[in-house]
């Protein structure tokens, strides 16, 4: 009965252990490594973190891992200690709730264009080539600066060819199937209202 | 000119045209590789005879050193080429084209909610404590002066720790509110002059180490509207003007004061 109450608060602090490293930026971007988790929780740390998750769940959070190959292959313990560890929010936020969060609509949809547009070209661009498809929808001067937000926060990155690609936080935030989805039935909910 | 000599010539004639050819291969390969474009533009086969025709006309060492830095990046072409059309055979291609289309036919609200079905931010915590704002302000006044002599310098880099911070005591929100009703009873009692209380004075009244301490209680005071702050344009003397009931400024303004020893 004893053991079992150690192990149970034993398990209880390496959970609160958890949600520091997870919650808490240590770096100079949120989120920890797999092996950092390793470090503090020991080698069972995935059960841990499967543990965290299910506690996270009922109160809309999750543990999202972002791998470092971007394929669809099983994963190994040496992918797990390699990739990096985020809690983020478990459903997506409502226009207004991102609106009260202090972005503004055409920003937001500035990215959504440009990641829709990146997505089928393998996840990187030229800028000039973004650029131009984005001018004929929106002013030069608020593509330009909404890139360079983005660029700054991690959804987008420019190399120094001057080529657009996906950044980290889009990998860890956004869900590129539901986007997907979501710009075909946009189109298909228009040609319906036309015809 | 001798035959051996024209053939030299010749021969170098060769050497360049093939190597400036493999460098447009390597340079088209590279630009697929990097803008993402769709890699089966190029035509691998024509490419390939190319290289070989080059590298079986060609004994130069450099230009077979060449040849086979053009196959490898041939090679990622292909691996390129692998991986489009897995992406394509995927459920997630949406041709760039139709993708193009639709971005340009709708409207900023349905793009924005498109993403917004799809993002799921990240939650985090950024944060400054207590303690570290005291590490940061310990590191500062260790830190040697930049350049100059060190009496040259005014206030902090001369005063300890204890001089020139504000106690810490008074950082706690209900000390600091407790601080701010005496001085303003205080300033209330205190005789006023034509042109109000003397800023200067009425700082220093408890000493010189109490001066940072009642500066700061005081600018709450100002800001909170129990009091003004008034700057003579032409003597640059500052006075102090006490109220009993806090009044609504229209035009508030912001007026830095430099505080130093001995002032």
Redesign the interface.
């Known amino acids: 009965m004893s053991a079992e109450h150690d192990a149970e608060q034993k398990a209880g602090r390496k959970l609160a252990v958890a949600v520091a490293m997870?919650?808490?930026?240590s770096h100079r971007l949120?989120?920890v490594r797999g092996y950092e988790l390793r470090r503090r929780l020991g080698k069972n740390y995935l059960k841990i973190i499967d543990m965290l998750n299910r506690r996270l769940n009922p109160i809309g959070?999750?543990v999202?891992i972002v791998f470092e190959g971007r394929g669809d292959k099983e994963h190994g313990q040496e992918d797990f200690d390699k990739a990096r560890f985020?809690?983020?929010?478990?459903?997506?936020?409502?226009?207004s709730d991102?609106v009260a969060a202090g972005w503004r609509?055409?920003e937001?949809?500035i990215?959504?264009?440009t990641?829709?547009?990146l997505?089928?070209?393998?996840?990187?661009?030229?800028y000039g080539?973004v650029m131009e498809?984005l001018e004929?929808?929106?002013p030069k001067w608020r593509v330009e600066s909404a890139l360079e937000k983005f660029i700054r926060r991690g959804y987008l990155y420019k190399d120094e060819?001057n080529?657009l690609h996906i950044g980290w936080?889009t990998y860890?935030?956004?869900?590129?199937?539901?986007?997907?989805k979501?710009?075909?039935e946009?189109?298909q909910q228009?040609s319906y209202k036309r015809s | 000119m001798n035959k051996a000599g024209r053939l030299r010539r010749v021969q170098s004639r060769k050497v360049r045209l093939a190597k400036e050819e493999l460098e447009r291969i390597i340079e088209l390969c590279d630009s697929i590789e990097?803008?993402?474009?769709d890699p089966f533009s190029v035509n691998i086969k024509e490419l390939l005879q190319k290289l070989r025709s080059i590298l079986e006309g060609s004994d130069n060492l450099d230009v077979i050193v060449l040849d086979a830095e053009t196959l490898y990046k041939i090679s990622l072409v292909i691996a390129?080429q692998h991986?489009?059309l897995k992406?394509r055979a995927s459920?997630?291609?949406?041709?760039?084209q139709i993708?193009?289309a639709?971005?340009?036919?709708?409207d900023?609200?349905?793009?924005?909610?498109?993403?917004?079905?799809?993002?799921?931010?990240?939650?985090?915590?950024?944060?400054l404590t207590r303690r570290m704002i005291i590490e940061g302000m310990e590191y500062f006044l260790s830190l040697p002066p930049r350049g100059g002599k060190a009496e040259e310098r005014n206030l902090t880099s001369n005063l300890t720790y204890e001089e020139a911070s504000i106690s810490y005591e008074l950082l706690q929100d209900e000390l600091l509110e407790q601080r701010v009703k005496e001085l303003h009873l205080e300033l209330l009692n205190e005789k006023l002059g034509e042109k109000g209380v003397n800023y200067w004075g009425f700082i220093a009244k408890e000493g010189e180490e109490k001066k940072l301490e009642r500066a700061y209680v005081l600018s709450f005071l100002i800001s909170e509207g129990f009091a003004d702050l008034r700057r003579e344009p032409i003597t640059g003397e500052l006075w102090i003007i006490p109220y009993r009931e806090k009044i609504e400024r229209r035009t508030p303004a912001s007026v830095a004061v430099t505080i130093k020893r001995g002032e």
């Open positions: 997870l919650l808490f930026t949120p989120g959070l999750r999202k985020f809690i983020t929010l478990n459903e997506p936020l409502t226009l991102i609509i055409d937001v949809a990215l959504s264009a990641l829709a547009l997505y089928p070209r393998g996840g990187r661009a030229t080539e498809l004929a929808k929106f060819d080529i936080r860890a935030e956004i869900d590129q199937r539901e986007l997907a979501a710009i075909t946009l189109h228009k | 990097k803008s993402g474009i390129l991986r489009w992406e459920n997630l291609f949406i041709d760039a993708v193009s639709k971005v340009l036919a709708a900023n609200k349905s793009l924005a909610q498109a993403l917004a079905r799809s993002w799921r931010p990240i939650v985090n915590g950024e944060q």
